[in-house]
């Protein structure tokens, strides 16, 4: 693949940078940031495009195998998130799990004391073959169920379900979501998993 105005790193690059761990077949931008190398995972099959911030500084970021991260997406793993086989996160996804209290009862930003803030922290995880829409954002604690769909700018407040469709601000319910990509996973290659 040619490619004009950067390149990707693969897994050997990302082995010697200090990443925990890397599987086969991965391609990371090199305008992408990874912060705290030793507390990221990543499978097999996985491209991280360009300008993505996956920051798993005070956390964890696990990348299970088969999963896109789209340009210009922010993963902030600081109570941890897991993005699970086959999901996908579309162009500008924000997905938190640390955030500070907006009511006005501490301080916020990382520049003051700990002591004086009262973040919110709660573990995201994306499930097997879970899909985010471009623009979304996902707050800490709220996980995205097994084969489930985000819909576009949609913000998710609370955990989404197995195998349903959410979208809007905040995201509601919209339809159930079709199994048949349960079929089609099993024409991948499973023993490159």
């Known amino acids: 693949m040619k490619i004009l105005g950067g390149q990707y790193l693969d897994e050997d690059d990302l082995a010697l940078a200090g990443v925990a761990r890397v599987g086969t077949n991965v391609r990371v931008h090199s305008t992408a940031i990874l912060v705290d190398l030793e507390s990221i995972r990543i499978g097999s099959h ?21 999963i896109h991260i789209a340009s210009s997406t922010v993963v902030m793993g600081g109570a941890g998130v897991v993005l699970s086989d086959f ?4 162009h500008g996804v924000r997905i938190y799990s640390v955030s500070d209290d907006y009511s006005g009862r501490s301080l916020t930003n990382p520049t003051v004391p700990e002591h004086l803030r009262i973040p919110k922290k709660g573990r995201v995880v994306v499930g097997r073959h879970a899909i985010i829409g471009s623009g979304s ?5 709220c996980d995205i169920g097994e084969g489930s769909a985000v819909g ?13 469709i959410f979208a809007g601000s905040p995201a509601r ?5 079709d ?5 089609l996973e099993a024409k991948v290659n499973t023993s490159t998993l």
């Open 87 to 90: 999901s996908g996160l579309s």
């Open 179 to 183: 199994r048949a990509i349960l079929e």
């Open 152 to 164: 576009a700018l949609s913000v998710v407040h609370k955990p989404v379900p197995e195998w349903e």
């Open 46 to 66: 996985v491209r991280i495009d360009a300008f993505c911030v996956i920051s798993a500084a005070n956390g964890y970021v696990e990348l299970g195998s088969h």
């Open 137 to 141: 954002v996902v707050l800490p604690g």
């Open 173 to 177: 319910r919209i339809a159930a979501r």
